[in-house]
Structure formats: C-alpha cells, structure tokens
C-alpha cells in the first residue's frame, strides 16, 4: 500500500540519537552509527522525530510501504524495554543504541613522555570556578552571576577529558554543564533562551566532545539564540577523548545569517 512513513538521509545523519526517543514506536534505532527505520510496520508516518533532527536528515515520503502495525509495535516496544532493563541488571560494557559515544576506550598515558613531568609540577591546580551550581537544569536564569558575563556552555564530560579545562576554558566565565544525549533537550533550549534573553551575555564558549550526540549541545545554543533574538559571538571547541582541542572555530550568530 502507498502511505506516509519516514525517510531518513544517510549521508546528513551524525548518529547524534536525538530521534531515537522522539519516536515512541521505538521505530528509529541507531545502527553502525546511524539512525536507521527498522522496520516499515512500526512507522506510524506522522513525523514526532522530525523537530528533533539537528541535520534536517529526516523527512516524511509517501510510497508503497508495509501497512502500520499496532499490535507489532506493542510487542517492539515491549521487547526494547526488556532489553533496556537487562542491560540495567547485567550492568554490560556497552549501551543497546551503539552510538560512538558508548564505545569502551582505554586512554594509556605515558608517564615518562616529554613534558609529563613538567605538567606534573603544575599541580595542584586552582579551581577557577566563580558560581555554584553548575547544573544547566539546576539554574535560575536570572541568577546574579550571569548579568554582563561570558558564558562557557559545557558538555559534562569535558572536564574530565580536557586537562586544563579551568585554565582554559573556565576562567572569568559563568559557567553551565550537561548532557545532551542523557538529558532533556526541550529543557536545556529553552532555559539556555532565558539566560541569553535576560542577561547581557558578552560571548558563548561551547565546548564539547567528539562523539555526534554531543554536537547537540552546539546546535542548542544556536537555536536558544535564535528564540532570545540576540546575536552573540559565539566559540565553538570539539574535544577527542585522549583530551586534545581538534576544533576551535566562531560561529556567525543565527540571526544575522
């Protein structure tokens, strides 16, 4: 039968799994790092993933496609949550959706390097931090420490990635932290929008990590200055996992593209 059902373009897709639970058939899962259609029958055509696509990679087609299941997609969902919980109780090394950022890495580091014992003498290093919390979702928009700053928008696993984080990265800067595959996307935008709208923000940093979901995090900032109407500088830096800067680039502000 020719229907509506979702199509979703390979080549723009960065894996980044903000789709994966937008579709509540469970009808999108990530794939070789990809976000793949598993299964025709459990596509119900009416698009709930589509706002969430930072890529534009997914679109609705109409074409001869299995007919919607119901009954199938209770029985998929019913198995997704079965495998979520005995991956939960058998604690396994890697995560159901197979996205790059769940791949086990061990980082050997040697001590004996050039300059390892001349970093070692650095420390300890001060703590830079001039506000508590840090917590996106813990802040008020309006709370003092962001009127007339510069903000750094952090991915929470750089700090543990980027050795010189405060240093480089914190100083003089307000500072707010999270994750934008484990938390609520809808959240960070609009609480990020507040801050830019109520605040005189003199510049953004985001930095983040080199695994596609944590991409979202810039395009949350971008689309938060977008809704405050503001056009800010903003900094954008991809960190690796072995804690070297590969991007450091300024971002033209959306609304004046």
């Known amino acids: 039968m020719k229907r509506k059902i979702v199509y979703i373009d390979e080549n723009k897709c960065n894996g980044c799994g903000l789709c994966v639970p937008a579709c509540h058939e469970g009808a999108i899962q990530i794939i070789d790092g990809k976000a793949r259609l598993v299964a025709e029958n459990l596509c119900d055509g009416l698009g709930d993933c ?14 001869e496609a299995d007919p ?4 199938t997609v209770k029985k998929h969902l019913s198995e997704l949550e079965g495998d979520i919980l005995s991956h ?23 001590p004996k390097k050039e300059g390892a014992e001349e970093e070692h003498k650095m420390a300890p290093c001060p703590s830079l931090l001039r506000q508590w919390p840090v917590q996106l979702a ?11 700053a510069s903000l750094l928008v952090a991915a929470d696993c750089v700090p543990f990635a980027y050795g010189n984080f405060h240093r480089d990265f914190l100083e003089d800067k307000a500072v707010v932290v999270g994750c934008p595959k484990l938390d609520d996307a809808k959240m960070y935008l609009e609480k990020l929008a507040e801050i830019i709208q109520y605040n005189d923000i003199k510049k953004i940093t985001v930095v983040y990590m080199q695994v596609p ?11 938060a200055l977008y809704q405050a109407g503001k056009d800010i500088a903003v900094e954008s830096v991809v960190i690796s996992a072995e804690g070297e800067i590969l991007e450091n680039i300024i971002l033209m502000a959306p609304n004046t593209r």
């Open 50 to 63: 589509l706002g969430e696509c930072p890529e534009g990679a997914i679109i609705i087609l109409e074409r």
């Open 213 to 223: 979901c944590c991409s979202g995090l810039r395009r949350i900032v971008e689309l």
């Open 138 to 148: 813990l802040l008020p928009p309006r709370a003092k420490f962001f009127q007339g």
């Open 88 to 110: 939960n109780n058998n604690c396994k090394e890697n995560l159901p959706c197979g996205c790059p950022s769940t791949q086990l890495k061990t980082i050997v580091r040697d």
């Open 68 to 71: 919607y299941d119901e009954e």
